[in-house]
């Protein structure tokens, strides 16, 4: 505290001084519990790490051991055997193609169903949330002959167009909560210029609502990148797989006679999400909380 | 009823049926009921609702996928169904997977969350982004990475547990028939606490600081404060984190495919999993199908839960 002579009737009691103190102790001891249970989270990513920067013998003297001598011998094989820069452009291209899909497909009815006064209006908002808690068991074997039907099968554009529609719920779910906030001043000074509906939407309501775009958009190209089922059954043949398909194949027999191979892998496939949470977790984070405070 | 016209003057219109009304705005909005209701509806219908009934028909059929002939066979496949051991132990696996997913990754959410909004941590945010990480992280790279640690002969945890001076913990986490599954629930916490944690700390965040206020003026202690304030107000996210993880549970597929393949002995064999075999590995497809409805109608009681309050909170922002 920085108190000149006149203000020294303002310092602080002993007491009150003791029992920051006090507290002060207790965070410390809070931080150090923390960080504790933090190290046995994060014990399986480092041996990860370490386990692809080692070679396999060195493995199997010690998986505890740091690396003696580090090389990126893993990363360099994996990358080749299993043509990585196909598989990360694939999921790529699904994920960002699915959610580009998904909000394409959910703009409007966010906008609809947030702002007129539509007859059954949450009934249908609720209809089309329940394609969010469908298991994919459930739809997998008639979406399969669609897809056979559009000859999407086996196609990367099939997976664009499936997790674009299974996507829409949640991005409803988000984009419909923030546009219901913006508030209907804005609009009706829009609509007195001359704006029609679509006027509205394009110049007060888009470009307020690109934050959600983000948070949903984020939220959803992570989930793509991460999704199996679909993707495993809708693809056959190797040069179409995503990450998460590709590495399915690192347990079938053999590669898995190796520590260090599946780890780089792992690491290499999970890099662009880990990239995108770094640079996009706030938005993440509000992705969440929308769907856990608003939800 | 009064309106504007475009040339500013009052009229007065009469007042329409309820039908004529939506009528006339059917029109005059048209692009917006087209692009907003009308196309999303058909969407749903033709990717989302016929694919769901048409499982539901396909379970009353048998059919091997490839050959063009379905026979319709009535129940025989819900019989078979109800008599097959792959079932009730499927079944009872992902009952015993939802019950330690409560348990262990929701609760110490909880238990994490409220401990890193107390105060009490210095770096709080910081925890909370690196926490939450591995939820952003695929089953399949997390299946991966845990095949490896987990391994009985090379694998890091084992050897760790021999650093550490507690070797008589060491197992064959995988290989062992009783312990198979709790491993992958194991695995499965390692991804989902920091995601319960985060939704936890989402309903926190929102509780009103006057409240700790006076619990605190009040005299109560930390433990008092959490089950009197922090649990009440928090309920409804409890709700949707408990309807979201028996969900998530019933639907488990990803870890097991990755790293048992419901083995050893079908131990750790899920619902997904069983029906992924047998439609996909098997061709019986209205076998699968039964499957696929059976997991439907069980995420169905705890979808409902959680759209129901998803409609009621709907109501209260509009």
């Known amino acids: ?295 | 009823m009064t309106a504007v016209t475009s040339a500013g003057k009052y009229v007065v219109t009469r007042p329409a049926s309820r039908g004529a009304a939506f009528w006339r705005a059917l029109v005059r909005h048209w692009p917006v009921y087209l692009g907003g209701v009308i196309l999303p509806l058909v969407v749903y219908a033709v990717f989302i609702g016929f694919p769901v009934l048409s499982t539901m028909y396909l379970s009353l059929e048998r059919w091997n996928g490839l050959e063009a002939q379905r026979v319709f066979v009535g129940l025989e496949n819900w019989r078979a169904l109800f008599q097959d051991p792959s079932f009730t132990l499927s079944l009872t696996n992902n009952v015993k997977w939802a019950i330690v997913s409560l348990l262990v990754p929701v609760g110490g959410g909880l238990l994490l969350a409220v401990f890193l909004s107390s105060g009490k941590v210095h770096f709080s945010s910081a925890f909370r982004a690196l926490m939450f990480l591995p939820s952003t992280m695929s089953l399949v790279s997390i299946g991966v990475m845990f095949a490896v640690i987990l391994n009985p002969v090379f694998g890091g945890l084992n050897e760790a547990l021999r650093a550490l001076g507690l070797g008589f913990l060491i197992r064959e986490w995988l290989e062992d028939p009783n312990l198979v599954l709790y491993t992958l629930t194991g695995v499965f916490t390692w991804h989902y606490l920091g995601m319960a944690m985060i939704m936890f700390h989402a309903g926190i965040s929102q509780v009103p600081v006057e409240l700790y206020e006076t619990a605190k003026i009040e005299g109560s202690g930390p433990f008092q404060t959490l089950w009197y304030v922090t649990i009440p107000m928090i309920k409804p996210v409890i709700t949707v984190v408990t309807v979201l993880t028996v969900m998530i549970s019933f639907r488990a597929f990803d870890i097991v495919m990755v790293m048992t393949r419901g083995g050893p002995f079908k131990q750790s064999n899920v619902l997904a999993y069983f029906m992924y075999l047998e439609a996909f590995q098997k061709y019986r497809f209205g076998y699968g199908a039964a499957i696929g409805v059976c997991i439907l109608l069980l995420s169905s009681i705890f979808a409902a839960i959680y759209l129901s309050r998803i409609a009621g909170e709907a109501e209260y922002v509009s």
């Not at chain 1, 804005?186 to 690109?210: K, M, Q, T, Y």
């Open chain 1, 1 to 295: 505290m920085y108190l000149n002579p006149s203000q020294r009737h303002l310092q602080i009691p002993a007491a009150v001084l003791r029992r920051r103190r006090l507290n002060a102790a207790v965070k410390v001891v809070g931080t150090l519990i923390f960080a504790i249970v933090f190290i046995v989270w994060a014990f399986p990513v480092v041996l990860t790490i370490m386990t692809a920067l080692k070679s396999d013998v060195e493995v199997m003297r010690g998986p505890l051991a740091l690396p003696s001598h580090p090389t990126f011998d893993a990363f360099v094989g994996v990358w080749s055997m299993l043509n990585f820069k196909q598989m990360l452009w694939n999921s790529m291209f699904i994920s960002v193609g699915g959610t580009a899909l998904a909000i394409a497909l959910a703009l409007l009815p966010a906008y609809a169903l947030s702002r007129f006064n539509i007859p059954g209006g949450d009934v249908i908002f609720i209809v089309i949330l329940t394609g969010e808690m469908i298991p994919a068991q459930a739809v997998i074997i008639p979406l399969y002959e669609e897809l056979r039907g559009l000859h999407l099968l086996d196609s990367l554009w099939g997976l664009v167009l499936v997790h674009g529609v299974y996507g829409l719920p949640f991005v409803l779910l988000v984009m419909r909560g923030f546009m219901a906030s913006i508030p209907k001043e804005l609009e009706n000074a829009a609509r007195v210029d001359g704006c029609s509906d679509l006027g509205v939407f394009r110049h007060v309501i888009l470009p307020l609502v690109i934050p959600a775009i983000a948070v949903a958009g984020t939220l959803n190209i992570i989930s793509i990148w991460n999704e199996l089922f679909f993707a495993m059954i809708f693809l056959d043949s190797q040069a179409n797989f995503p990450v998460a398909v590709g590495l399915t194949i690192l347990k079938q027999g053999r590669y898995f006679s190796s520590w260090n191979l599946p780890a780089a892998a792992m690491l290499i496939g999970q890099m662009p999400t880990i990239i995108l949470y770094i640079f996009a977790y706030r938005y993440i984070k509000q992705g969440i909380f929308s769907g856990a405070v608003k939800g």
